[in-house]
């Protein structure tokens, strides 16, 4: 959350992982001009408020790439020894919803 | 996959996943099925999969056995230890009554999945991880065994 009240892109993305995934060095920028769908960017705008559009669009595609690399990880260990059984999304599902 | 077969992978309920030590080297090693299981259904919806960067300290070797570790390191998030996590991890250490440079290392994870708005902690030793969430009351945090 910022200090205005508005959403991340991040948090909005799906407000996981939002502290964490945030606080990592803040990189170089490049400027640069790309096109997109009008839909898309009204949508963006309207969802993140008044927060800088780059930001937003930065963060999301932050977020979009995290999951694009996460998949690939599960796609090669799904290849190497298989897709994970039945049994085994019960398992931690049991442990995810285990009271303390 | 066997023809015909339909592959259902859930959901993940948990807003994300944090590695420690044990957790790394077995989605490195991927001899685990529920490592695979917790990846999978966090891929589906969308939940990041974090090792804090103080993991890396205590586990890799600095040479070539570290291969499939940074395989592994491409396509997950390495998580700063900021001010904010570590004055945390000190806390949890402190309520879990806990000391010692793995206290320490397993406290930063769970500090980490704290900062994270909770989540599941990949992790060979469940018991520490469990007593270290103890000490978290805001979210929602769960050790789950790999071997």
């Known amino acids: 959350m910022t200090g205005s009240g508005k959403k991340s892109a991040a948090e909005g993305a799906s407000g996981r992982g939002r502290n964490v995934l945030a606080q990592a060095a803040v990189p170089e920028k490049e400027k640069i001009s790309i096109t997109l769908d009008k839909t898309l960017v009204d949508e963006i705008r309207a969802h993140f408020g008044g927060r800088a559009l780059s930001a937003s669009i930065n963060e999301l595609l932050h977020v979009a790439l995290a999951q694009e690399r996460l998949a690939e990880l599960v796609s090669q260990m799904e290849a190497e020894a298989g897709p994970a059984s039945p049994e085994a999304y019960d398992r931690v599902l049991a442990q995810w919803f285990e009271a303390r | ?147």
């Open chain 2, 1 to 147: 996959m066997v023809r015909g077969a339909v592959k259902k992978v859930p959901l993940a309920p948990w807003p994300a996943v944090v590695l420690d030590s044990g957790g790394l080297w077995a989605v490195a090693r991927n001899d685990d099925d529920d490592a695979r299981a917790v990846l999978a259904a966090s891929s589906r919806a969308g939940v990041p999969v974090i090792v804090p960067a103080a993991v890396l300290a205590d586990t890799l070797f600095g040479d070539e056995r570290d291969a499939r570790a940074n395989q592994v390191l491409k396509r997950i998030k390495v998580a700063p230890v900021t001010d904010a996590i570590a004055r945390s991890a000190a806390k949890l250490k402190r309520l879990a009554g806990m000391t010692g440079v793995a206290a320490t290392i397993d406290a930063l994870v769970v500090a980490t999945a704290q900062a994270a708005g909770g989540g599941v902690v990949l992790t060979s030793d469940p018991g520490d991880i469990r007593a270290l969430a103890d000490g978290v009351t805001d979210t929602r945090i769960r050790p789950v065994r790999v071997s």
